[in-house]
Each structure stands twice: as structure tokens, then as C-alpha cells.
């Protein structure tokens, strides 16, 4: 079964350290990879996808086939990050019948 | 361009009784899900909805329906009210198809739902 799995509900780091969100997920084909981010009182909006392989607001994320992960990693938090990231999947292949799978999110904190 | 606009943004109804929440996804965008969001389950996708046809469905029961019309636009229906009904219910659309691209969802603010 297709299944995205964050491991950690609640992530607590200082302001300066390094932080990365776990995501692993369960597919056997190829995936497309997505982590979203909601901060607090906006919409949930797209953060970055692994295929664009592009840093966004600091954050990279790297598709590892071999552990099926993609983690999302920042080498320097700042108390603006503190927000709730998604992590999805959407099945590869042909048709359009795709669908969005999400992780059950994970809360950063970035503490001053 | 318009985003995904869901009305209303507030709601507070009493056990028992039905609501209707409506979503207006960006224009050209086929694809419109809708997804409950509590502090303790995250994010829980309840249907999407394609031209019209729901061609996916979460792990919801049949009191949660829903439809879309021709114009992309779509309502979701929660009959006989639970307290466990409160929630942030989020609408998302996307382009759908094949592109990578076209797979991004944009969401709505969410309508707030309280049941009492």
C-alpha cells in the first residue's frame, strides 16, 4: 500500500541548528515528492517538490530511492520557520487518476 | 488570479443538524479534494472530485458526501452533525494530469466547522 510516514508529530530546535523533518514513504514505483508547509493563520501551500531539486527558504530535500525517504533539511533554523510541514506523495505512472498521499505532518518550533 | 476560495470561514452548528460548505477552485483547475484537518489526526482527504465524478474517496462514513458542477466548483455535505465533526475542512484544487506541474494542489482558507 502507498503510505507516507513522518515519524515525528512535534520537532523542537534553537534558532542556529541544524534541523531535518523525517518523511519515508511506501511506494514501489517512482514517486513524486512534495513537502508542503502551513504557518500559523495562512494557507497550506506548496514548499518544494524533488523534482525541481531547488532550495526553497533554505530548505533542500533529497530523494533517496534506496531508503525510500525525503527528508527536509535546513542547516541553519530561524524562529520563522516554526510551522506544520506535510510531506505528500503522488504515484508515478500513467493516468490521471494521481492522488495527493500525505504524511500526518510534523509541528518545527524554532525557539529563540 | 483568484485563489481556492472556500465560504463560508466560520461555521458553528448543533449536533444533528447538516451543513454545506462550499469551495471555488482557481480557474482552469479540474481537480478539487477536500480534507478535514484536527489538531490530533492531521491532515485526512475525504474526496476528490474530477469533471464532475468523484474518483477518489478517504476512509470517511456516507454522512460526508459531496459534488462538483460544471464549472469546477464544489460543495461538501456533512448530514447528522457529530461533535467529532469539528474541525478545519480544507479545499485544494490542481490542475490534475500528467505534468509534474499539474499534480501541485492549492488550498483554500478553510472553513471552520464547530459542531455544539
Known amino acids: 500500500a502507498q503510505r507516507v510516514t513522518q515519524p515525528e508529530k512535534l520537532l523542537s530546535v534553537f534558532k542556529g541548528a541544524p534541523v531535518e523533518l523525517k518523511c519515508n514513504y511506501s511506494y514501489s514505483g517512482s514517486p513524486e515528492l512534495f513537502w508542503y508547509v502551513q504557518y500559523s493563520r495562512q494557507r497550506l501551500q506548496l514548499l518544494l517538490r524533488?523534482?525541481?531539486?531547488?532550495s526553497i527558504k533554505g530548505f533542500t530535500a533529497d530523494l533517496n530511492k534506496g531508503e525510500t525517504s525525503f527528508h527536509l533539511k535546513k542547516p541553519f533554523a530561524q524562529e520563522e520557520d516554526s510551522a506544520m510541514y506535510y510531506c505528500?506523495?503522488?504515484?508515478?505512472?500513467?493516468?490521471?487518476?494521481?492522488?495527493?498521499?500525505w504524511g500526518l505532518g510534523t509541528s518545527l518550533a524554532v525557539n529563540p | 488570479k483568484a485563489g481556492v476560495t472556500q465560504t463560508p470561514r466560520y461555521l458553528i452548528k448543533t449536533r444533528g443538524q447538516q451543513v454545506t460548505l462550499s469551495c471555488s477552485p482557481i480557474s482552469g483547475h479540474r481537480s478539487v479534494s477536500w480534507y478535514q484537518q484536527t489538531p490530533g489526526q492531521g491532515l485526512q482527504f475525504l474526496f476528490e472530485?474530477?469533471?464532475?465524478?468523484?474518483?477518489n474517496k478517504g476512509n470517511f462514513p456516507g454522512r460526508f458526501s459531496g459534488r462538483q458542477f460544471s464549472n469546477s466548483r464544489s460543495e461538501m455535505n456533512v448530514s447528522t452533525l457529530e461533535l467529532g465533526d469539528s474541525a478545519l475542512y480544507l479545499c485544494?484544487?490542481?490542475?490534475?494530469?500528467?505534468?509534474?506541474?499539474?499534480?501541485?494542489?492549492?488550498f483554500g482558507q478553510g472553513t471552520r466547522l464547530t459542531v455544539v
Open positions: 505528500a506523495l503522488v504515484p508515478g505512472g500513467a493516468g490521471n487518476n494521481r492522488k495527493l498521499i
Open positions: 472530485y474530477f469533471s464532475e465524478t468523484q474518483r
Open positions: 524533488h523534482i525541481s531539486r531547488e
Open positions: 485544494a484544487s490542481s490542475l490534475a494530469g500528467q505534468a509534474p506541474w499539474a499534480t501541485e494542489a492549492f
